[in-house]
Antibody, heavy 122, light 107 residues
Framework: EVQLVQSGAEVKKPGESLKISCKGS????????IGWVRQMPGKGLEWMGI????????RYSPSFQGQVTISADKSISTAYLQWSSLKASDTAMYYC???????????????WGQGTLVTVSS | EIVLTQSPATLSLSPGERATLSCRAS??????LAWYQQKPGQAPRLLIY???NRATGIPARFSGSGSGTDFTLTISSLEPEDFAVYYC?????????FGQGTKLEIK
């Protein structure tokens, strides 16, 4: 059974750093891209970026380029999303999701983690 | 960047009725269009990929159609558990975007 298990909720202050995780199991972690999706309170889904754990090839949404860092450790089947200096506007639910392939391209998000709620408040 | 526009923003229907949700792309995405369902407090769930293929375990009352710029998600006969928010999503040139969502609510 494919599973993505994310780390727990975080409460941080503005300016602090943070790294949240997403551990995959039940499939070949190095053969599928993992994406990160933000959902701000009461709002829709926003794609942040994707990573291929096999070689750490990473692509970012222009909206999030330079704002976050996506990484992966294939030895422990875990992907990460990190911030160096959080802002109150980073308060949101963050989901990781595996990308399924269509016509050879990573395209749709077929399995999702349960989400990690990040709250940034002074 | 390709923009996906969903309509209506809110759809009020009763159980047993047919629901038709629309997603329009700002330029052609061929058939690279997926649909998701999200219930309160839950992660999104993949319903449809490649515009018309149901994901594993998705009931037959859900169907998708369209290609190019205009797509439709149809729920043939609404069940109580179908009332949720629905999103479309596309991929183009390694960039991914979601529509803003359609809330399907009980009338």
């Amino acid at each position: 059974e494919v599973q993505l298990v994310q780390s727990g909720a975080e409460v941080k202050k503005p300016g602090e750093s943070l790294k949240i995780s997403c551990k995959g199991s039940g499939y070949s972690f190095t053969s599928y891209w993992i994406g990160w999706v933000r959902q701000m309170p009461g709002k829709g889904l926003e794609w942040m970026g994707i990573i291929y754990p096999g070689d750490s090839d990473t692509r970012y949404s222009p909206s999030f380029q330079g704002q976050v860092t996506i990484s992966a450790d294939k030895s422990i089947s875990t992907a990460y999303l990190q911030w160096s200096s959080l802002k109150a506007s980073d308060t949101a639910m963050y989901y990781c999701a595996r990308l399924g392939y269509s016509y050879g391209y990573p395209y749709y998000f077929d399995y999702w983690g349960q989400g990690t709620l990040v709250t940034v408040s002074s | 960047e390709i923009v996906l526009t969903q309509s209506p923003a809110t759809l009020s229907l009763s159980p047993g009725e047919r629901a038709t949700l629309s997603c329009r792309a700002s330029q052609s995405v061929s058939s690279y269009l997926a649909w998701y369902q999200q219930k309160p407090g839950q992660a999104p769930r993949l319903l449809i990929y490649d515009a018309s293929n149901r994901a594993t375990g998705i009931p037959a009352r859900f169907s998708g159609s369209g290609s190019g710029t205009d797509f439709t998600l149809t729920i043939s006969s609404l069940e109580p558990e179908d009332f949720a928010v629905y999103y479309c999503q596309q991929r183009s040139n390694s960039l991914y975007t979601f529509g803003q969502g359609t809330k399907l609510e009980i009338k």
